[in-house]
């Protein structure tokens, strides 16, 4: 697993982002870099939100929170995080945080956030490598 932890393409789906690529138009700004510019500037609120909804107990604030984690997290490729975003919104819909003390709160929660940081390193240098990719064009 450590191998795993140290290659940031493990953190995200090559196949999304190609795909993400496929609609860059010509001329304009590298639309890796600007999707990943959102899902950077935003999704730090999101996974406070959903701590803080873990922590508090706040099952529809969890729903809400991790639900746009969901999307925005599977729309840069990070499947994994996206993945766990979905199972915390089913426990948010489903009342049932129970089941988040069950495995321990503050363990999923520190999942989400050591997921998080690992796709957010991926995704960075996968817009210094498309930044450059764009320069040398």
């Known amino acids: 697993m450590r191998e795993e932890a140290s290659d940031p393409d493990n953190f995200l789906d090559q196949s999304v982002l190609a795909s993400l690529r496929e609609l860059q138009d010509e001329g304009d700004p ?6 990943g510019g959102l899902f950077l500037k935003h999704s730090p609120d999101k ?6 909804a873990l ?12 639900h746009s984690l969901k999307s925005s997290s599977a729309y840069i490729g990070a499947m994994r995080l996206s993945a766990l975003a979905r199972d915390l919104e089913m426990m948010g ?21 050591e997921e ?4 957010t ?7 210094a490598r498309s930044d450059q990719q764009q320069k040398s064009q």
């Open 47 to 52: 996974v406070k939100a959903i701590l803080e």
């Open 55 to 66: 922590e508090t107990g706040d099952a529809k604030g969890l729903y809400l929170a991790a």
């Open 116 to 119: 998080f940081d690992q796709a």
């Open 93 to 113: 819909r489903s009342g049932a945080l129970e089941e988040a003390r069950d495995v321990g709160a503050r363990d999923v929660g520190e999942r989400l956030q």
């Open 30 to 35: 590298d639309i890796v870099a600007e999707v």
């Open 121 to 127: 390193k991926a995704l960075q240098a996968e817009i």
